[in-house]
């Protein structure tokens, strides 16, 4: 299983882009690196995920670095709604949490 | 019908209690999942069933124990529980077996308190 360090908390203000970082040092040739959230009392929800390339989909971006030992999740015009812990983890079948972002979008 | 149920919402029981925690989809997704999560903590990986066969059992005390009657459906049967019990338990699924890559479909949880 990946080890996945993501720092403990940040702001963004509402309207703007948020840039989640996520290091994931250890990460194998063939893990996949899947971001997830979790707002407040709720079940994780999927974002998205990649193996090399960047990907976007409805939700956000995903920028993994060439040699793929971090990766950036970016939310494009955060929203109070967007206010949640991001979790990166690069498992896949087996999801590793880690500890998680906690992200707090502010009006 | 693309959501994981999970009953029930809340539940409260005592250490000599036997009770069950219910999860249900019916996206036909292979692999299902039970995961713990405590207050301000990640989720937890407890249990992984794939084709309705217990996978994947990280450890768990035997006063967990799981059932996959079928495809569509997840249990977990609790007995003799301790107060640190207490948390949210998840459960998830998702499309393929353990050798593919899709993303997990998550439940609301059941908030577990034992008293």
């Known amino acids: 299983d990946a080890k996945t360090t993501q720092p403990p908390s940040m702001d963004c203000a509402e309207g703007r882009a948020a840039n989640l970082p996520c290091n994931h040092s250890t990460i194998s040739g063939n893990e996949y690196v899947y971001w997830y959230r979790q707002i407040h009392s709720q079940g994780p929800q999927y974002i998205i995920h990649g193996l090399k390339n960047n990907e976007t989909n409805e939700m956000a971006s995903l920028i993994i670095t060439e040699d793929r030992k971090s990766s950036t999740l970016i939310l494009p015009h955060a929203t109070l709604r967007d206010t949640a812990v991001y979790y990166c983890t690069g498992n896949d079948y087996k999801l590793s949490f880690g500890a998680g972002t906690t992200v707090t979008v502010r009006a | 019908d693309t959501e994981v149920t999970q009953t029930p919402k809340h539940l409260v029981m005592g250490m000599t209690n036997k009770k069950s925690l219910k999860c249900e989809q019916h996206?036909?997704?292979?692999?299902m999942y039970w995961y713990k999560q405590k207050a301000k903590k990640p989720p937890e990986l407890m249990f992984v069933y794939s084709y309705e066969k217990l996978s994947i059992n990280e450890s768990v005390p035997s006063r967990f124990s799981p059932e996959c009657p079928n495809s569509s459906l997840l249990n977990l049967h609790l007995h003799a529980l301790q107060p640190e019990d207490s948390a949210l338990y998840l459960c998830?699924?998702?499309?393929?077996?353990?050798?593919?890559?899709?993303?997990?479909?998550f439940g609301p949880g059941t908030r577990l308190t034992v008293l």
């Open positions: 998830a699924s998702r499309a393929s077996g353990l050798d593919s890559y899709n993303e997990q479909f």
């Open positions: 996206m036909g997704h292979r692999a």
